[in-house]
């Protein structure tokens, strides 16, 4: 319903890297059918968690390594007195500028092609210092496993491996109302305001596009019913300045005088070896060392 441009104009291109993409999700056509997460779970081949939540519609409570995708479920009181549903699709936002790069330590998280986070899993340390970094709770470190994934973050790719060849992300492809959306940033966020439009004339008043600006853009876009508290949605999310400064000021800083120390370290060991070697006297081997 609504369609402001079609697919074709949107579909990315795959050789060019520098194109930002997206995924829009337009949470007034979700039926919550929790397709888009089985996509997700079978094209990654991650572990199915069977999770034991009462009085909850959702599969899982929240995300985790290997859950990348879930439907948060809302209910809400609708202005005639009715309950109703509000339904978000919960996974990386894939930020412009992402707390979760900045807190890493190893870069193993990294802005990649197309504005996708990339994560390498074998670069991860397990440290999880992007856990609390991230303000949307959409990277893990699992705990609970040994082996090769042991210790490793995990998090949604928006199936990069996909993109990159021309193809829609899994949760797109299955997604049975084309609530979910995936193509060029820019298009998307024109439809969305569009949608958005629409949706205050069907008397939806509250009708909102979360993503363009937060966290310096989002490349995940949500068209609203209501405002972002009522999905669970940070209002004003940002980057924190402490992180920012320990990332970009004060880890260069200690790497150039840990190298210089080392340096140091290695030309006493010479002057130090030089001098053993040439059996110098006491006071000779004092200046040797401070050649």
């Not at 397709?35 to 199915?48: H, L, R, S």
């Not at 090769?148 to 949604?156: E, H």
């Not at 999310?237 to 140091?264: E, H, I, R």
Request: hydrophobic fraction near 35%.
């Amino acid at each position: 319903m609504g369609r402001a441009a079609t697919w074709e104009s949107w579909r990315p291109d795959p050789t060019n890297p520098r194109q930002h993409v997206a995924m829009l999700v337009d949470t007034s056509e979700c039926i919550g059918c929790k397709g888009c997460e089985v996509a997700c779970k079978q094209w990654n081949q991650n572990e199915a968690r069977i999770s034991q939540e009462p009085g909850t519609y959702q599969s899982h409570p929240a995300l985790d390594a290997e859950t990348w995708t879930v439907i948060k479920f809302f209910e809400t009181d609708a202005e005639n007195g009715m309950s109703m549903w509000l339904m978000q699709k919960h996974n990386c936002m894939h930020c412009t500028e992402a707390g979760c790069v900045t807190a890493c330590p190893t870069d193993a998280l990294q802005y990649g092609d197309y504005g996708v986070v990339t994560l390498d899993q074998e670069a991860c340390i397990g440290c999880g210092y992007c856990e609390p970094a991230c303000p949307f709770d959409a990277i893990h470190v699992d705990q609970t496993v040994w082996g090769q994934k042991a210790q490793k973050a995990g998090k949604c790719t928006l199936c990069y491996d996909r993109i990159a060849n021309g193809m829609q992300p899994a949760c797109v492809s299955t997604c049975p109302t084309d609530c979910i959306k995936f193509g060029d940033r820019d298009a998307l966020i024109a439809w969305g305001r569009e949608r958005v439009e629409q949706l205050k004339a069907m008397g939806y008043p509250n009708a909102n596009l979360y993503g363009v600006d937060e966290m310096g853009g989002l490349h995940e876009l949500y068209v609203l019913l209501e405002p972002p508290e009522a999905y669970g949605l940070p209002v004003n999310p940002s980057l924190s300045k402490t992180l920012t400064l320990w990332k970009y000021v004060l880890q260069p800083v200690g790497k150039a005088l840990l190298g210089a120390g080392l340096f140091g370290l290695v030309l006493n060991w010479l002057a130090a070896r030089r001098t053993f070697k040439g059996g110098l006297s006491p006071h000779e081997t004092g200046a040797a060392m401070h050649d």
